[in-house]
């Protein structure tokens, strides 16, 4: 049963601390991304990465770090040098080829006090 | 600068009845365009796409209409049920690129039973 794993679905954080948000995929994609949404603001490219220990950063990726040491893992670090850290994180991966759409996993809400 | 527009944040259309959304672009390098449905608390979901060689795609109750030289691209659903309601994200993106898509705000499509 092939899909993406994020978790913990709801997280929260004391103001200061970095966070780290899980993303696991066994659909064997090379293309992993990562996605801020907030209210009236649609989704918000962070980082992504095409390839095992490569990666690129998205529109608003001041205060996030990723890293990508395996094709089936994208883990996003939220640093306390993120202003406004609360938010809802979608990660997505995607077959590489022409015009293949990006599957999207479950998403963490994280809330930071 | 917002390269994806979906200027209407919302729509309510009778259960039925034929509900179009639509989508407007900026970048003449925007080539593959998709559209994708999501409920609250949940990530989007894939439901169509389109590339610019066509004007038109369809995918049972869903079509999508392309038009290159308005930079204008609508989804139609036909007929409308209540399970429709959700916002749609139209996304845009370039096969020249790193394949990353560029996401719209949403519209909040709302079926009246």
């Known amino acids: 049963d092939g899909g993406i794993t994020q978790s913990p679905k709801y997280l929260f954080r004391k103001e200061g601390q970095n966070v780290t948000l899980s993303c696991e995929q066994n659909?064997?994609?090379?293309?992993m991304y990562w996605y801020r949404q907030d209210p009236g603001q649609g989704l918000r490219l962070i980082y992504y990465?095409?390839?095992?220990?490569?990666?690129q950063k998205g529109d608003i990726a001041e205060g996030y770090s990723v890293s990508r040491e395996k094709k089936e893992s994208f883990p996003l670090t939220v640093t306390s040098a993120q202003k406004n850290p609360t938010a809802f994180y979608l990660c997505?991966?995607?077959?590489?080829?022409?015009?293949?759409?990006?599957?999207f996993g479950p998403g963490t809400r994280l809330t930071v006090l | 600068d917002q390269q994806v527009k979906q200027n209407s944040p919302s729509l309510s259309v009778q259960e039925g009845r034929i509900s179009i959304l639509n989508c407007d672009y900026t970048?003449?390098?925007?080539?593959?365009f998709l559209w994708y449905k999501k409920y609250p608390a949940e990530g989007p979901t894939f439901l169509i796409s389109?590339?610019?060689?066509?004007d038109k795609n369809e995918d049972g109750r869903f079509t999508v209409f392309l038009n290159k030289s308005a930079k204008h691209l609508s989804l139609h659903i036909v007929p409308s049920q209540p399970g429709d309601s959700a916002v749609y994200f139209c996304?845009?993106?370039?096969?020249?690129?790193?394949?990353?898509?560029?996401f719209g705000i949403g519209t909040k499509l709302q079926v009246i039973p």
């Open positions: 997505a991966s995607r077959r590489t080829g022409l015009y293949n759409e990006q599957f």
């Open positions: 659909l064997n994609h090379d293309a």
């Open positions: 990465s095409q390839i095992v220990n490569d990666f």
């Open positions: 970048n003449s390098m925007f080539d593959y």
């Open positions: 389109i590339s610019s060689i066509k």
């Open positions: 996304a845009a993106g370039s096969s020249g690129g790193y394949q990353k898509v560029t």
